[in-house]
């Protein structure tokens, strides 16, 4: 879900990281969808080379993908290239998680495979040699004495570990090329099982791109075979003078439609894996979210189930886990030490805590997690806590009471059923109404005495969206207010002393304070974003706190 604020937010993350220029791109391609060369000069108004270095930037990045559709015939027919250039949302998003990402990987691997990472988070997309360029002046900086053979065998085992885990990928395809949607549904597709052809018609666009840019299965995460070899021979048009990995880096512009056969030796780029990244968030918010609602022993069994099924979900919003055994669930509650004083009879309990019933699988019982239940609950905990605070008591217990219906209710049976005043409960409901909280219905019925009847439901994927709006409203608000602070600190700093009205360690303290009930109110809003717009985590923040705290700033 895509919305108003949330463009602005993006917008807004872009022109931080990258200027004013590049964001006035990016926008244009959030609103106006995949659009060629010419038409974002044009919707712009910037210069051909400024659009194309923007685009650069975007793409080096990971924040914009190019693709193409095939053309029927040759030179005569048409133009040569119909380059296209498409926002990714969702890429754009995950920068505000690169310190999420760093921790993930801090706690998993050692502190190279994290500056590895690091690197790539950086700088979007670097080749092996560049990886070991970067090592190699990060050891000079160091004072360190590594030989360079040393540090190259370093990175190299670094990349190995995060391919081997699935952090760091090949990157996709420059430039994939798609077919016209008459040309895919050849007669054998269109004999194919009917729910296949649904999957693939309902697609999107950027699905579709995505897909033909991503490599094969088999080389998305195969490592570099002739290691020592492949770095000396990679070669890149970064190796110009002047050019280094220390800096943001950029490519020339013909860089985007050279063709592989041109090249002596294919140049391998890597970036960060943004969808195993979320993956493991998501995992984390339903372990929390079970913790929270259940107890520690659930939490502990669902950790197990996920970390034993890890390697067989094809897809960041799995809705339910792979079958396992009780006699697996258990091996593997046992490995941690706090499943190490659970007995079966507790793991067993915790399952149907979970919701989950055993179903037949040969001799021995298989259970398999809802996670989307979970995301489902923890989104309805989200929303209720904020009407609470907001509203008060009487219109949480209404608002729960349609949210577990799910269909339309008359006011007279809401306020019974909650027990709220009669007179006080259609001023609420139409308060929670135009806030678009609720969806409202009017039922006439004709007779001696016409009457009429006001009927209210939680219609979920309108709220979903509408609450998604408020934290993307919210979170813009406070990151224009850090960047109001700190553009006030650099007033401060060049005033003369005797016009100082505070000294200047008082002004950074509070400075420091403020920036960090900002930055915090920021990080809760950002868990929001992901459980309602990428479908994953949610720690149960306090989000209403953010929100209100945005609005008063």
Partial sequence: MVTEYGIKFTVNLINNHFGNLVAKVCENLLRRGPLNLQLIVRYTELTPQQVKNSLLILIQHNCVQAFSYEQDGGLEDGPKSNTQYMALFNNILHRMRFSK?????????????????EGLLQHGRLTL???????????ERAKSRKIEGICE?????????LLTARYVERCPASEPVLAARDKEETPAKKRGPKSAR???????????????????????????????????RETSTDDSPGMRVGAKRKYDALELHIEPAA????????????????????HKACIENVRERLDDGAA???????????????????????????????????????????????VRASLVQLGCSPSARGTDESYKIDLKKIIELAQNDEVESIVLKRYGRDAYRMFRLLSKNGCLVETDKIANTTFVEKKDAPKILYKLWKDEYLHMEKLVVAGARQSQFLLWKVN???????????????A?????????????????LNLPVDKQIMSQEERLNRLKSVRIVLESSLLKLGDAFMLFHDFEESSLLKLDDAIMLSHDL
């Fill in 101 to 117: 990402f760093l921790e993930i990987i801090s706690r998993e691997f050692d502190d190279k495979c994290k500056e590895l990472l």
């Fill in 153 to 161: 065998d370093l990175v190299q085992e670094s990349l190995v570990k």
């Fill in 300 to 346: 502990t069994v669902l950790r197990a189930m996920l970390e034993a099924t890890r390697s067989f979900e094809n897809k960041v919003k799995t809705e339910k886990s792979v079958p396992l055994s009780l006699n697996n669930i258990f091996e593997e509650v046992m490995k941690s030490e706090e499943g190490r004083g659970m007995t079966l009879d507790r």
């Fill in 460 to 474: 979920k994927p309108c709220l979903w969206k509408h609450v998604l709006d408020e934290m993307f409203h919210a």
């Fill in 263 to 282: 090249e002596e030796e294919e140049v391998v780029l890597w970036r960060a894996n943004f969808e195993e990244f979320i993956r493991c968030l998501r």
């Fill in 129 to 139: 040699k560049q990886m070991v360029e970067r090592a190699k002046d990060m050891a």
């Fill in 198 to 232: 649904t999957a693939e018609e309902s697609q999107t666009l950027e699905q579709r791109v995505l897909a033909a840019a991503a490599p094969m299965g088999a080389q998305r995460f195969s490592a570099i075979t002739n290691n020592e070899s492949s770095v000396s």
């Fill in 476 to 492: 813009l608000n406070l990151s224009q207010r850090v960047a109001y602070e700190r553009e006030k600190e650099k007033e401060f």
